[in-house]
Antibody
Framework: QVQLQESGPGLVKPSQTLSLTCTVS??????????WSWIRQPAGKGLEWIGR???????NYNPSLKSRVTISVDTSKNQFSLKLSSVTAADTAVYYC?????????WGQGTLVTVSS | QSVLTQPPSASGTPGQRVTISCSGS????????VYWYQQLPGTAPKLLIY???QRPSGVPDRFSGSKSGTSASLAISGLRSEDEADYYC???????????FGGGTKLTVL
């Protein structure tokens, strides 16, 4: 059974870069033809897709975040990562990593990231 | 504002059948599969329906999905108290080249 776990700082200062890592267990991140995605959810609000990375390393990003987002993969560590630059309070949310694209059968538990000075 | 449109709330009594709608456009629902997620408070979303009307293993057959044109629906029959949750529809959007979600529907079991 595939499991995902987010990790990273829970507090980021405005204008700085948010960095999160998703560790995948129960299978190799590079096996199979899967996308690995990041999705976020501000408190009390809906889900917002941030972007995805394919096992080949190709990426797609939400156009509204594209200028600030980078998703990368480290197959040696079975991890993929999210970097979001120039954060503001509007980026405060629970961040989820998930396997898939459109269909997300596997999710991490989510990690709350607060942007505050 | 979400790309896919859902009613913010829905309700029903135990045993009833409720439906939740999801409206999109030709670039998302009209040309791609629809997915439904259930989110219980404080937990990650759970895939409920994939490819418009397919249920993952373990999802009760009380849950069903349908799609017509640029709209989709989730139906829950034999409503139970544990069905009280937020429900989200999702689809791939060809114009945005990304996943889009509905704003979510909070289901209350009265």
């Amino acid at each position: 059974q595939v499991q995902l776990q987010e990790s990273g700082p829970g507090l980021v200062k405005p204008s700085q870069t948010l960095s999160l890592t998703c560790t995948v267990s129960g299978g190799s991140i590079s096996s199979g033809s899967y996308y690995w995605s990041w999705i976020r959810q501000p408190a009390g609000k809906g889900l917002e897709w941030i972007g995805r990375i394919y096992t080949s390393g190709s990426t797609n990003y939400n156009p509204s975040l594209k200028s600030r987002v980078t998703i990368s993969v480290d197959t040696s560590k079975n991890q993929f990562s999210l970097k979001l630059s120039s954060v503001t309070a509007a980026d405060t949310a629970v961040y989820y990593c998930a396997r898939g694209s459109g269909s997300y059968p596997y999710w991490g538990q989510g990690t709350l990231v607060t942007v505050s000075s | 504002q979400s790309v896919l449109t859902q009613p913010p709330s829905a309700s029903g009594t135990p045993g009833q059948r409720v439906t939740i709608s999801c409206s999109g456009s030709s670039s998302n629902i009209g040309s791609n599969y629809v997915y439904w997620y259930q989110q219980l408070p404080g937990t990650a979303p759970k895939l409920l329906i994939y490819r418009n009307n397919q249920r993952p293993s373990g999802v009760p057959d009380r849950f069903s999905g349908s799609k017509s044109g640029t709209s989709a629906s989730l139906a829950i029959s034999g409503l139970r108290s544990e069905d009280e949750a937020d429900y989200y529809c999702a689809a791939w959007d060809d114009s945005l080249s990304g996943s889009v979600f509905g704003g979510g529907t909070k289901l209350t079991v009265l």
